[in-house]
């Protein structure tokens, strides 16, 4: 099985901050990697698919790069609403699998 | 609109077994391949099943491949998660969600608000 390790486990941020998350598989996944946000007992929602490509409706300070095994979620300038917990997937194979999380805190 | 949602969560023994069911509607159901991921409390997330939109193809997890079978009834815009041998381990919120296709690979595009399921004593 593909392995996702996403760092740091922990950010902590504040507002109008750049912030940058990183996950790495444990073999080429070429570009088939989600970001995905979640915020405290509600579902996670899609922010970005194919590593970069942004989902209808995020807003642009989302951004997303890389392909192959390393991989960046950037957001530009944190904003109150973006505190909440990062998941990278892998979905070049089944089985999908996720990243451990990023946790990012308010400063 | 998009909705999903999701039933049939509880608390069962362990050993027992459960059906979990996504109602779908907002879109054509059939169309789209369907995944179940869970997440057991205060920890990440889990892919579990997928099932392609006609139903003929189905994948799981190494962790529930011969306990747990995924369906769907297109006629019912329904998924289903049949859960056997059910353990503590499988304590968890379980999502549904609508895939997302490029490539050919998919990912899990809209999510349900997602049942619990408790297994426990």
């Known amino acids: 099985d593909i392995q996702m390790t996403q760092s740091p486990s922990t950010l902590s941020a504040s507002v109008g901050d750049r912030v940058t998350i990183t996950c790495r598989a444990s073999?080429?996944?070429?570009?088939?990697l989600a970001w995905y946000q979640q915020k405290p007992g509600k579902a996670p929602k899609l922010l970005i698919y194919e590593a970069s490509s942004l989902e209808s409706g995020v807003p642009s300070r989302f951004s997303g790069s890389g392909s192959g095994t390393e991989f960046t979620l950037t957001i530009s300038s944190l904003q109150p609403d973006d505190f909440a917990t990062y998941y990278c997937q892998q979905y070049n194979s089944y089985s999908e699998t996720f990243g451990q999380g990023t946790k990012v805190e308010i400063k | 609109e998009v909705q999903l949602l999701e039933s049939g969560g509880g608390l069962v023994q362990p050993g027992g077994s459960l059906r979990l069911s996504c109602a779908a509607s907002?879109?054509?159901?059939?169309?789209?391949?369907m995944n179940w991921v869970r997440q057991a409390p205060g920890k990440g997330l889990e892919w579990v099943s997928a099932i392609s939109g006609g139903g003929g193809s189905t994948y799981y997890a190494d962790s529930v491949k011969g306990r747990f079978t995924i369906s769907r009834d297109n006629s019912k815009n329904t998924l289903y998660l049949q859960m056997n041998s059910l353990g503590a381990e499988d304590t968890a919120v379980y999502y549904c969600a609508k895939s997302g296709c490029s490539g050919g690979s998919c990912y899990s595009r809209f999510w349900g608000q997602g049942t619990l399921v408790t297994v426990s004593s």
């Open positions: 907002g879109f054509t159901f059939s169309n789209y391949a």
């Open positions: 073999q080429s996944i070429s570009s088939w």
